[in-house]
């Protein structure tokens, strides 16, 4: 073997089946990918130690990663699940991973049904869904009672999360962990119970500048479509729910689809419906906020990076419409 192809087997990265497999903690927390997930982490390792394996996902690669851990052997140790809520027939995955000796914790505050809650109860140790706060606070009441800084962190997250908007540090730490590559920085912080500091309002400054034209470049593409809900349908080219928060003044509408190129979107509405919607396209989350994905091809996608003009809008409408 060549000198260059036996490096750049050695440099080769392991799968996260093998990572997985080769864990050095008894615990892994799979979580989302935002502020909440950040937080939820945070308040984990305040109670358990910093050495919890977590994996940060996307709503539409929760089923993936429920099945890599499922073909991994659990011995016993613990999966906890948070800000991720039900998906079609992700109880299969959950069965699955349970059989191979995972111990499950889960815990979301996403909008939930009882047939569905019945459905994964079997395969876990506690299943725990509140919709009248975030995760993290779901989090830290289930795993975290009397720790103030737990508390403190979960509540400025709850003020985000749930768009109350008292705590201008929600507002930072929300636009911040709008990067992914900004998540694991922000949930050390969190652990650490730092909120914000010098760093964070450097990173969150620097943001403000570009997120500033990417909410005004989607708003001139917004169509609006005025039916049981006045929807205003756009591209979305980051901070989704800054975004719809200045659709919705500037536009006066009450109902904000916002699509990404790849076909992913985020959904919000002064209505409690939007979970609703969303889940007639491949996705779900709460009664104001949610997200899904539509099937983007290559000609979709195109159309939306160089027009803006989203594909499956008046489908989208319609599906409102019937809500």
């Known amino acids: 073997m060549h000198l260059h192809l036996r490096n750049k087997t050695a440099e080769k990265k392991q799968s996260l089946r093998e990572n997985i497999l080769s864990r050095t903690t008894n615990i892994l927390h799979l979580t989302h990918n935002d502020l909440d997930a950040a937080g939820s982490d945070a308040i984990c390792r305040m109670v358990f130690g910093g050495e919890i394996f977590t994996l940060f996902s996307s709503v539409n690669r929760f089923g993936w990663f429920v099945a890599q851990i499922g073909s991994c052997n659990g011995k016993g140790d613990t999966l906890i699940i948070s800000d991720l809520g039900y998906q079609n ?5 959950i069965r699955k991973a349970n059989a191979a000796g995972w111990r499950i914790w889960w ?27 975030c995760a993290a606070a779901v989090v830290c009441r289930a795993v975290a009672v009397g720790n103030a800084v737990a508390v403190e962190v979960a509540r400025v997250i709850c003020d985000y999360d749930l768009w109350e908007h008292k ?3 929600s507002a930072v730490l929300g636009i ?11 949930r050390d912080k969190l652990a650490q119970g730092f909120l914000i500091d010098d760093e964070v309002s450097q990173i969150f400054a620097e943001i403000e500048r570009d997120k500033d034209v990417c909410i005004q470049k989607s708003i001139r593409h917004a169509k609006l479509f005025c039916g049981k809900y006045m929807l205003a349908v756009m591209p979305a080219y980051g901070y989704p729910s800054e ?31 939007s979970h609703l919607i969303a889940r007639q396209f491949n996705g779900g989350g709460h009664p ?31 599906a409102a419409d019937r809500v």
């Open 89 to 93: 027939g992700i109880e299969d995955q």
């Open 167 to 169: 705590d201008p540090r």
């Open 288 to 318: 104001h906020a949610s997200g899904g994905s539509f099937s983007y091809g290559w000609k979709e996608r195109w159309m939306l990076k160089l027009f803006g003009r989203v594909a499956c809008a008046k489908a989208f409408a319609a």
């Open 176 to 186: 911040v962990t709008s990067k992914r590559q900004n998540l694991e920085l922000i």
């Open 243 to 273: 975004t719809a928060a200045a659709a919705r003044r500037e536009l006066g509408c009450d109902m904000e689809l916002l699509v990404f190129d790849t076909g992913k979107f985020s959904l919000r509405s002064v209505a409690p419906v």
């Open 107 to 133: 815990y979301d505050h996403h909008a939930w049904t009882e047939e569905e809650m019945a459905r994964i109860q079997p395969f876990v140790l506690s299943l725990v869904v509140d919709v009248s706060c």
